[in-house]
């Protein structure tokens, strides 16, 4: 069954709202889970480490401001776009580090689709 | 720093043909090296990985991949294609030489099948 689940599946905005997106490990724990944005008929660019208990690490390029992370638990990561645009419209991913007995492993989530209209 | 190259943005293949997808990575340290699979408005399904024990890895799906790094290399093989193998495949490179670490994707090969 799934590990990471992602809520909503998908979305649909106006622009200028805000929308957030879930990122839940299921029965594991993660201390660490990520965030990646994905563009149509393009690969996945990382955008933030999101580490429980601490602010989120973002790579380059990527506003802090925008793109707000939270990892108040440690089954829950939470990825909030503040002021949507129709560029911010993509697939969101996320991913979730979960240890087992063999060792570290990261399990992706189904992903978000938004749409900023 | 951690990276891949896919070699093809699309390679298409017969039915029951062998497939081949290529990747080249570069990592200053020993590389966690894996094949992620995305079907059409899916999220990724893993493959396969390496995390240097035995060279030649076995996935799912009857995917397998062998890592040389002579050639820095870990290509994805099957050796004979179905037509639900058609989908987008990443590869992917660990940032820190674990599997906990962040993911560096490749720009991905779409494969498709002709029947």
């Known amino acids: 069954g799934a590990v990471v689940s992602q809520h909503p599946s998908w979305v649909i905005c106006k622009s200028g709202t805000s929308v957030k997106i879930e990122c839940r490990s299921l029965?594991?724990?993660?201390?660490?889970m990520f965030w990646y944005r994905q563009f149509p008929k393009q690969s996945l660019m990382l955008m933030a480490t999101s580490n429980e208990g601490s602010k989120a690490t973002y790579e380059q390029g990527v506003e802090k401001d925008k793109f707000l992370i939270n990892h108040a638990s440690l089954t829950l990561s939470t990825l909030t776009v503040t002021s949507a645009h129709p560029e911010d419209s993509s697939f969101y991913i996320c991913?979730?580090?979960?240890?087992?007995?063999?060792?570290?492993?990261?399990?992706f989530g189904p992903g978000t689709r938004l749409l900023v209209l | 720093a951690q990276s891949v190259t896919q070699l093809g943005s699309h390679v298409s293949v017969s039915e029951g043909a062998l497939v081949l997808l290529r990747c080249n990575y570069s990592s200053s340290v020993p590389p966690y090296l894996f094949w992620y699979v995305q079907y059409p408005n899916q999220g990724l399904q893993l493959l396969l990985k390496y995390t240097s024990a035995a060279t030649l890895v076995k996935g799912i799906n009857g995917f397998e991949a062998e890592f040389k790094k002579s050639e820095t290399s870990f290509h994805l093989t099957k050796p004979s294609a179905h037509m639900s193998d058609a989908a987008e495949y990443f590869c992917a490179v660990s940032d820190g030489g674990s599997s906990a670490s962040k993911i560096i994707f490749g720009s991905g090969t779409r494969l498709s099948i002709r029947p």
């Open positions: 029965d594991f724990q993660a201390t660490t």
């Open positions: 991913s979730a580090v979960i240890s087992g007995r063999a060792g570290k492993t990261q399990y």
